[in-house]
Structure formats: C-alpha cells, structure tokens
C-alpha cells in the first residue's frame, strides 16, 4: 500500500502499523495455535481510516525484522485464525474468523480477514500463534470517511483516455504499455448499464510492488468475463515524476493506493477491495457483486 498525501502526526500514528504491527514477540494463544517463526509480527495490509461500519476486510501479512515474510524463507501456515477484541473494553466481539494464504500473483503472501464490525471504536486484530496486542483498526463514522463507501453511487468522472489523456501523461505507468483499460472514462462506463470495476493504481511507483499486480489480476480476469462488465483504470500521479497526486485521486479523496471499486449495473459500490488484491480475490468480489464471473 503506499500512502498519496502528507502524513501529520496522527495520521503516521495510525498508518504506522502498515510496516511493523505488533511487537516482536509471539504471544500464546491457545494450544491450537498455528506455528508461526519466531518474533512474528503482524503486516497492515489496509488503511486505517476509511474502514467503517458493516463488512471490514483486514488483510495482514507476517513479518520478522528483516521484513515481510514469504515461503521461500519459511513454511507459512495455510489457514490463519483470529479474533477481534475492543481495545477500550477488552471484550471479544469476533470469537473466531480464519483466512486463507493468498500467494498467487502477489510478491508477499497475505491473508484477508473478514469481519463484521456494527460499532466505531478502536479494534484488534488478534491472530492464534501471534503477537498478543495483534494488529490495530479504527471504524470509523461513515459521516468521517470522504472516499466512496459500499452502497453509495460510485462518482462519475471523467479518467484519462487514450484520445484524451487529460494532462496526464503517461495515463498507465504499466511496463508492458498502455492497459486496455482507458478506451472510454469513467463517467461514460457508469453510464453502460454494465457493471463497473475501476481501479486506481499506479504499477510503476507503488512503494509495496501491489498495483501491478493487481492491474495484472483485472487484465486476466477480464479476459474471461469480457464485454459484460467495463474495466476503467486510473492512474494516481499526473506525470513520470511520480509527485503529484491526478486529478483522479484527488476526485475520489484518496490517501493510499491501490483501489478497486465494484459497482452494480446501476452504479452502486457493491464492494471495495484496498492495498493488497490478487486475481483469486478479484473473481471472488466480482462475482458475489455482479454475478459475474
């Protein structure tokens, strides 16, 4: 995930769990508890503040202090089993919830946790074999979160397009070329009466080596679903300097990147994935969304 805008002091204490979540000391669960290396640390694969009431997706990764872990330095657990607890209170509010290892098309394997969450507060993240105080989340008002939320209308705007970049140049940083997702704007796919996904990504200059991996994933999946959903992407910086945030982001007030919002065939935010996405996940939303697969 890489952050668009300056951080202030609140905001880095709220990001700051995105490289190094937990202290670097396993923490007994249970006897059930997965083995995990030793000083595993729990990954922030999200951001910490556009998450708000209702369906919460936390996908983390492990890590020690050379860095984010992977298969070829160890054997990684499978599954994953967490709970989630109140910080404020300490009561349990999610008794178990377990995850599936993602390692296809993604440089760090990671697992997405899904939860539900009724109440804003401030919220861990406890993972079986892992750190005790786990990985801190923050739900959020809707009211206070300024990017599109599932169940709004998902806002038109008019994305670079191969015959109009719109003072963005390049529109796609994609190393292989163009994407063939720039064809028609944003606005004119909201108005297809197709389903939308819309990505906002840079595959060049995301700090975490996320965004072409996911721009990859919506390239294959939309291989098979073809003409029946629009794939639109947007590009994050308005030039090769890579400084300026676009117009894009500035347009749906993002602070990270990479996005991807599903909307209905009637323009509907039907799922948002953030940060971290592989091609499994994308199938899966579009899917649970659209009916498409």
């Known amino acids: 995930m890489t952050s668009l805008l300056p951080f202030s002091r609140r905001t880095f204490l709220i990001y700051a769990g995105t490289t190094t979540v937990g202290a670097f000391a396993l923490g007994a669960c249970g006897g059930s508890a997965p083995s995990l290396p030793k000083g595993v640390a729990l ?97 959020l008002e809707r009211t206070a979160v300024r990017i599109p939320l599932v169940g709004d209308a998902l806002p038109p705007f008019d994305t670079p397009t191969t015959i109009n970049d719109n003072g963005i140049n390049p529109i796609c940083t994609r190393t292989e070329g163009i994407c063939p997702f720039h064809s028609i704007t944003l606005t004119e796919a909201l108005r297809s009466g197709k389903p939308v996904v819309y990505l906002i990504g840079t595959p060049a200059y995301c700090q975490t080596g ?63 994935l953030d940060a971290i996405f592989n091609e499994e996940e994308v199938r899966s939303v579009l899917l649970s969304a659209t009916g498409i697969s």
């Open 43 to 139: 990954v922030q694969r999200f951001p910490n503040d556009v998450l708000v009431p209702g369906t919460v997706r936390l996908p983390i990764s492990l890590a020690v202090q050379k860095g984010v872990l992977t298969d070829a330095d160890t054997s990684l657990p499978e599954i994953l089993t967490a709970k989630v607890v109140d910080t404020a209170s300490g009561k349990t509010v999610v008794q178990q919830v377990t995850s599936t290892k993602h390692t296809t098309g993604v440089p760090q394997p990671y697992w997405p946790f899904t939860v539900t969450i009724d109440t804003p507060g401030i919220y861990s993240l406890v993972v079986d074999g892992g750190p005790s105080d786990g990985a801190a989340f923050q739900i």
């Open 210 to 272: 996320t965004c072409a991996p996911a721009l990859d994933a919506l390239i294959a999946v939309q291989k098979n679903v073809g003409d029946s959903v629009v794939f639109i992407h947007a590009d994050v910086y308005t030039d090769s300097t890579a400084t300026t945030p676009a117009p894009a982001v500035k347009a749906y007030n993002m602070s990270y990147e990479p996005a991807l919002f599903v909307a209905d065939s009637k323009g509907i935010l039907q799922a948002r």
